[in-house]
């Protein structure tokens, strides 16, 4: 079992920035990759970023790329997501996740890849 808390959210201007956290404790050594997505009102839950526990490699949805990164701090057992420029559609409740197989780049955007998830922490992007 890995429990994962999300930190950081909350209210921001368009074009402002936010950092998230996602601290993970418990079996964190059994987990390949951490990811990141976003459920807004009434929509899907939405892959936005994902990274490899080794090598950190990197993974990013097409809305999000050369804003956001996502970052880990291996001796931390935390996931980090930066986003800046934000946009009002960005507006969503985050999730952090993590995945207990090996994971590519066909398959860490699925949400079915992943095992554990957070709670969630809200970013409110206003215009």
């Known amino acids: 079992q890995v429990q994962l808390v999300e930190s950081g959210g909350g209210l921001v201007q368009a074009g402002g920035s936010l950092r998230l956290s996602c601290a993970a404790s418990g079996r964190t050594f059994s987990s390949y990759a951490m990811g990141w997505f976003r459920q807004a009102p009434g929509k899907e839950r939405e892959f936005v970023a994902g990274?490899?526990?080794?090598?950190?490699?990197?993974y990013y949805a097409d809305s999000v790329k050369g804003r956001f990164t996502i970052s880990r701090d291996n001796a931390k057992n935390t996931v980090y997501l930066q986003m800046n420029s934000l946009k009002p559609p960005d507006t969503a409740v985050y999730y952090c996740?993590?995945?207990?197989?090996?994971?590519?780049?066909?398959?860490?955007?699925?949400?079915?890849?992943?095992?554990?998830w957070g709670q969630g922490t809200q970013v409110a992007v206003s215009s």
């Open positions: 996740a993590a995945a207990f197989h090996p994971v590519g780049s066909l398959t860490i955007g699925h949400i079915k890849t992943y095992g554990s």
């Open positions: 990274i490899m526990w080794s090598g950190g490699s990197t």
